[in-house]
């Protein structure tokens, strides 16, 4: 599929640009936005895609995770099939993540947080695996003809993965960075809180080293939620995506279609290895998303000096 | 910066704190809150189940116990009671044999001192008789006129006749 999209855009008369190429099958798109909006102070709030698709993936869960639920409830005490494998998650984060870090006494408080990072977070990263867009571009290059100008057609560009984009991650990492305030003040009030981020006790020139260092710590933590979850969102698309390049960069090179279809089997089996290996790094990232910010929202709960 | 993957947009950023908020409310109310009540609920019934099924064990145990005891108790009162009365029907069979000795012993020795009286009476009356006989006899003889030789053969006749039979005392 991606082969298909990255033919109908590039693969045609003029030369293949492997970069702009990937950089267009993950870029938010800024320039060219779905429904222009007007500026707000200067913030531009238009439907790019990625905003469609947090949208997309936001309704997405809310639909499949209160339809399983739904059904759950009404099964009585022992569920079958999604309603099983639900539960099977929800009792996972909420024991494994959740209870160890915030302790029993928080557990229904963070717990519905945790869950749906968990639950927004996976579905985003998976959904850009699934090359939706790339075969609607197929369907349009063959059935819709839509044209240029409509929003159909300017919906297809852009990269799939909300995850891969720091604005969006940083976004879900303020997030964390406000629960985590909100998690001190609600265990210990708001004042005790800020009291808490630094050990008691000491000369009073100790503190003026320790405050900023943690303040430095309290951004980093969701700063380095933001670029962990982008970075490997985006390294894993573009590992894919140049693999499958190979193909055009062939046909470029040696001036022979023959050349990419040859090279072609290469990239699909490399490009399917590294899918695999996404499957896997999809889930290890919304896992390590999640488990930090129950990590750091336990940390202000249990403090330890 | 020029490369579009790394290009700052607050708005998107907004945009995604905005839609994971919605997101987080809505999922809270209609999702995870009454699934997490839900298993909550389950979790404690399942536990109070276990726990009442220990309870009746132990509480089985308990009665168990209890029955055994009762029926040891049982075995062993009956035991007592039959060797108690094995004994008093001995005792009792022991007693009776002993009465109906003292019993007969005690009418044969009356019987044997009736016999003696009866005996010592009917003597006695035999001895009477017989003095009275001999009274009659004597007047008798008195009464007629005996010849001397008479009167020697008759009282030699008499005193033989005494002789031959049985002697008082």
């Known amino acids: 599929m991606w082969m298909s999209a990255a033919a109908q855009e590039h693969g045609g008369s003029e030369g293949f640009n492997a970069g702009e190429t990937i950089i267009g099958h993950i870029a938010d798109t800024v320039e060219h936005p779905i429904i222009h909006l007007p500026k707000i102070f200067g913030i531009d709030f238009s439907i790019t895609k990625h905003v469609f698709m947090l949208f997309f993936v936001a309704i997405l869960v809310f639909t499949i995770v209160t339809w399983i639920v739904r059904r759950y409830l009404k099964q009585g005490p022992v569920p079958t099939g999604a309603g099983n494998a639900l539960e099977f998650v929800v009792l996972w984060v909420r024991d494994t993540i959740v209870q160890p870090n915030v302790g029993q006494k928080w557990v229904n408080t963070w717990a519905p947080l945790i869950l749906t990072f968990f639950a927004f977070i996976f579905t985003a990263n998976l959904i850009g695996l699934v090359p939706i867009f790339e075969t609607l571009t197929l369907l349009n290059h ?148 999640t488990l930090l910010s129950a990590v750091f929202i336990g940390m202000v709960i249990h403090v330890h000096h | 910066m020029d490369n579009p993957l790394v290009q700052v947009n607050p708005g998107l950023a907004i945009w995604a704190i905005v839609v994971f908020l919605v997101l987080l409310f809505l999922l809270r109310k209609f999702a995870w809150g009454p699934l997490l009540r839900f298993l909550e609920a389950r979790e404690e019934k399942i536990s109070k189940s276990l726990d009442d099924a220990r309870k009746a064990q132990e509480e089985l145990e308990r009665l168990n116990r209890e029955s055994a005891d009762i029926l040891r108790k049982a075995h062993a009162e009956a035991e007592a009671i039959v060797s108690k009365s094995y004994a008093e029907a001995e005792k009792l069979r022991e007693e009776m044999k002993q009465k109906a000795r003292a019993d007969a012993d005690a009418i044969i020795r009356d019987a044997k001192s009736q016999i003696e009286t009866e005996t010592g009476k009917a003597l006695r009356q035999i001895r009477s008789e017989i003095a009275d006989m001999s009274v009659m006899i004597a007047s008798k003889l008195i009464q007629r006129n005996f010849t001397k030789e008479d009167n020697s053969e008759l009282i030699e006749e008499t005193l033989k006749q005494i002789e031959s039979g049985p002697r008082p005392n």
């Open chain 1, 142 to 289: 063959w059935v819709f003809h839509a044209g240029p100008d409509t929003a159909f057609y300017r919906l297809l560009h852009g990269g799939t993965t909300v995850t891969a984009n720091f604005n969006v991650t940083a976004g879900l990492a303020l997030v964390t960075f406000f629960a985590i305030i909100v998690a001190g003040s609600k265990a210990h009030g708001f004042l005790q809180h800020w009291k808490n981020t630094v050990p008691p006790g000491f000369a009073w020139p100790i503190y003026i080293i320790l405050i900023p260092i943690e303040i430095l710590g309290m951004l980093v933590k969701p700063f380095a939620l933001t670029m962990r979850l982008a970075a490997n969102m985006t390294g894993g698309h573009i590992a894919i995506l140049a693999v499958i390049s190979l193909v055009f960069l062939f046909t470029g090179m040696f001036q022979t279609p023959w050349a990419g279809i040859g090279v072609a089997p290469v990239s699909v089996i490399l490009a399917v290895g590294i899918s695999l290996l996404e499957l896997i790094v999809v889930l290890v990232q919304a896992y390590v998303f």
